[in-house]
């Protein structure tokens, strides 16, 4: 049933005032349903089974959409307007308890119009934060009327002395959707995470499920860690969150979360992350801008159950293109920023080199199941076309309950994943003529792969010892060779590919001395247009 316009309005001043969950909130305005039980006096510790049992009940009942029914001088404003709403550092939440965080609300306007409740937990008790113009500076926007006072918020972000002793910098922001993102020191805003992902390229109508209600709990003095919780609410599912942010180095996020699907689901993505790119060294279709490489991530790591490490490098299709990587029970995977070096972007503003990779390490729910990678095309560089996720084989089916655990970390440096070797940079050219005097192939393309780290540099006064390992399904592998790299510490792999036009080749290779792997499996999809 859907609320009248006047009690959507006052929907946040319900909660405030009963105490009462979205959940309750439509349960109480369904014909013949029996009023919410009151409260137990004296009040139970807020818990992470109170979200479970409210996503639980929410899942029983028919999607109900959050009310978007902002006023037009919030939801007319441009990008630049709507950045001027900064929420004051001095009126900053979490204060109380004498620790390290801060909260920091974010304002509805622009493209966020969904408002979403906002509660934090101090010793024991949920409380929402109510809306407050006093909260913000709105710069140079002005407004004819004022803001209606029961406006709701889009989101949040908590602050830490992450870079800083002294200054409490931006450690992880909720803003939109499920999405979310966070960071380490020295890092820049990057890709993205979010709750989950619903038929991502297909099939059916995807859906972008919003976490509309958060808790978080108010830090210790001594506290090394913040918790969140969210409940998650969509048109096929429900669900509960958990999020226990560990500040550092690289930061650390510990993710549970119970699902409760409302109805069949096609294609579910676990531990979803999201990111940008546009061209690098092997894709320079759109290479007209001064810089020479434009994105966020630039490949695909797994770690599959057989212990091998496979590296994809991220492309911008001419289509969308979903690659699946099928495994039993998969020991991690991630969107990776390989490439640090400036001069490979030179984008003084926005920092490439600086943006952080997020890898995730599942814990608990990723058995028989595939990791799966969607690329999209993209003409420019403000839009997120990757998105990779984990996803069951088995089929998801209304009346479940299924739960999910899993670590994901924000981190600039991979030999902590893995101590061989990896392959750096990727490039594809046309084969010059062999030494016969013999032209190449017209179909044919050659790959060009840097491969440094792990004991590649033990090798290189002996590189004999090493040996390039290549395989193609759908293509001809015509020519191969290996040279030393003294620039990267390392080797460059060259291979001469043969396929059909129209015909999808899968490239892989890897380097090896003796029957010892010395570096992951690189692989490639291939084209011939």
Same mark, same amino acid.
């Given at each position: 049933?859907?609320?009248?316009?006047?009690?959507?309005?006052?929907?946040?001043?319900?909660?405030?005032?009963?105490?009462?969950?979205?959940?309750?909130?439509?349960?109480?305005?369904?014909?013949?349903?029996?009023?919410?039980?009151?409260?137990?006096?004296?009040?139970?510790?807020?818990?992470?089974?109170?979200?479970?049992?409210?996503?639980?009940?929410?899942?029983?009942?028919?999607? +109900?959409?959050?009310?978007?029914?902002?006023?037009?001088?919030?939801?007319?404003?441009?990008?630049?307007?709507? #950045? @001027?709403?900064?929420? #004051?550092?001095?009126?900053?939440?979490?204060?109380?308890?004498?620790?390290?965080?801060?909260?920091?609300?974010?304002?509805?306007?622009?493209?966020?119009?969904?408002?979403?409740?906002?509660?934090?937990?101090?010793?024991?008790?949920?409380?929402?934060?109510?809306?407050?113009?006093?909260?913000?500076?709105?710069?140079?926007?002005?407004?004819?009327?004022?803001?209606?006072?029961?406006?709701?918020?889009?989101?949040?972000?908590?602050?830490?002395?992450?870079?800083?002793?002294?200054?409490?910098?931006?450690?992880?922001?909720?803003?939109?959707?499920?999405?979310?993102?966070?960071?380490?020191?020295?890092?820049?805003?990057?890709?993205?995470?979010?709750?989950?992902?619903?038929? $991502?390229?297909?099939?059916?109508?995807?859906?972008?499920?919003?976490?509309?209600?958060?808790?978080?709990?108010?830090?210790?003095?001594?506290?090394?860690?913040?918790?969140?919780?969210?409940?998650?609410?969509? +048109?096929?599912?429900?669900?509960?969150?958990?999020?226990?942010?560990?500040?550092?180095?690289?930061?650390?996020?510990?993710?549970?979360?119970?699902?409760?699907?409302?109805?069949?689901?096609?294609?579910?993505?676990?531990?979803?992350?999201?990111?940008?790119?546009?061209?690098?060294?092997? %894709?320079?279709?759109?290479?007209?801008?001064?810089?020479? +490489?434009?994105?966020?991530?630039?490949?695909?790591?797994?770690?599959?159950?057989?212990?091998?490490?496979?590296?994809?490098?991220? #492309?911008?299709?001419?289509?969308?293109?979903?690659?699946?990587?099928?495994?039993?029970?998969?020991?991690?995977?991630?969107?990776?920023?390989?490439?640090?070096?400036?001069?490979?972007?030179?984008?003084?503003?926005?920092?490439?080199?600086?943006?952080?990779?997020?890898?995730?390490?599942?814990?608990?729910?990723?058995? %028989?199941?595939?990791?799966?990678?969607?690329?999209?095309?993209?003409?420019?560089?403000?839009?997120?076309?990757?998105?990779?996720?984990?996803?069951?084989?088995?089929?998801?089916?209304?009346?479940?309950?299924?739960?999910?655990?899993?670590?994901?970390?924000?981190?600039?440096?991979?030999?902590?994943?893995?101590?061989?070797?990896?392959?750096?940079?990727?490039?594809? $050219?046309?084969?010059?003529?062999?030494?016969?005097?013999?032209?190449?192939?017209?179909?044919?393309?050659?790959?060009?792969?840097?491969?440094?780290?792990?004991?590649?540099?033990?090798?290189?006064?002996?590189?004999?010892?090493?040996?390039?390992?290549?395989?193609?399904?759908?293509?001809?592998?015509?020519?191969?060779?290996?040279?030393?790299?003294?620039?990267?510490?390392?080797?460059?792999?060259?291979? @001469?590919?043969?396929?059909?036009?129209?015909?999808?080749?899968?490239?892989?290779?890897?380097?090896?001395?003796?029957?010892?792997?010395?570096?992951?499996?690189?692989?490639?999809?291939?084209?011939? +247009?």
């Amino acid at each position: 049933m859907r609320l009248p316009s006047f009690a959507r309005r006052d929907a946040l001043k319900l909660i405030a005032a009963a105490g009462l969950s979205w959940p309750a909130l439509a349960q109480a305005q369904q014909p013949g349903a029996q009023p919410p039980p009151a409260s137990p006096q004296p009040q139970s510790r807020f818990v992470y089974d109170d979200v479970v049992r409210r996503a639980r009940d929410l899942a029983a009942l028919p999607y +109900e959409a959050l009310r978007n029914d902002l006023p037009a001088t919030l939801t007319g404003m441009n990008f630049d307007q709507y #950045r @001027d709403l900064r929420f #004051r550092p001095d009126r900053s939440l979490l204060q109380q308890g004498g620790g390290p965080f801060r909260m920091q609300m974010f304002h509805l306007g622009f493209i966020y119009r969904t408002p979403v409740v906002v509660n934090i937990i101090r010793d024991g008790i949920a409380t929402p934060i109510p809306y407050a113009a006093a909260l913000f500076d709105y710069g140079r926007n002005r407004f004819e009327r004022p803001l209606p006072v029961d406006l709701g918020f889009a989101g949040f972000r908590i602050h830490h002395p992450l870079n800083d002793p002294r200054v409490h910098d931006e450690l992880i922001s909720f803003l939109g959707a499920s999405y979310f993102r966070f960071l380490g020191r020295g890092q820049k805003y990057g890709l993205s995470a979010r709750g989950i992902a619903i038929n $991502t390229a297909g099939p059916g109508q995807e859906e972008f499920p919003v976490f509309r209600e958060f808790w978080v709990e108010t830090p210790s003095a001594e506290a090394q860690s913040c918790q969140i919780y969210a409940l998650l609410d969509g +048109e096929s599912l429900t669900g509960a969150f958990r999020f226990t942010v560990f500040p550092a180095q690289e930061t650390v996020l510990d993710i549970h979360c119970t699902l409760f699907p409302r109805r069949a689901i096609p294609k579910l993505g676990v531990a979803p992350l999201t990111s940008m790119f546009f061209y690098a060294e092997n %894709d320079r279709r759109f290479f007209d801008d001064y810089r020479p +490489e434009l994105h966020d991530s630039d490949g695909l790591l797994i770690h599959s159950d057989t212990g091998e490490w496979l590296w994809r490098p991220l #492309r911008n299709p001419r289509q969308v293109e979903v690659s699946q990587f099928a495994d039993r029970q998969v020991r991690g995977f991630g969107l990776m920023q390989r490439d640090r070096i400036f001069e490979h972007y030179q984008d003084l503003d926005l920092n490439y080199e600086l943006r952080p990779s997020y890898w995730v390490e599942p814990r608990e729910g990723f058995t %028989d199941g595939r990791v799966e990678l969607v690329e999209i095309p993209t003409t420019d560089e403000t839009n997120d076309n990757i998105v990779a996720y984990w996803v069951p084989n088995r089929a998801v089916d209304q009346g479940q309950t299924l739960t999910f655990a899993y670590r994901v970390v924000s981190t600039m440096t991979e030999s902590r994943l893995h101590p061989g070797g990896f392959a750096l940079n990727t490039f594809r $050219t046309k084969p010059i003529a062999l030494g016969s005097g013999e032209q190449a192939p017209a179909n044919a393309t050659r790959f060009i792969v840097d491969f440094v780290g792990g004991d590649l540099e033990y090798h290189l006064n002996h590189p004999d010892s090493v040996q390039v390992v290549p395989s193609a399904t759908n293509a001809r592998i015509t020519r191969t060779f290996l040279i030393p790299n003294p620039q990267s510490r390392g080797f460059r792999a060259g291979i @001469d590919v043969v396929s059909d036009a129209g015909q999808t080749a899968d490239l892989r290779a890897f380097l090896r001395t003796g029957n010892r792997a010395l570096t992951e499996t690189w692989t490639f999809p291939w084209k011939v +247009e």
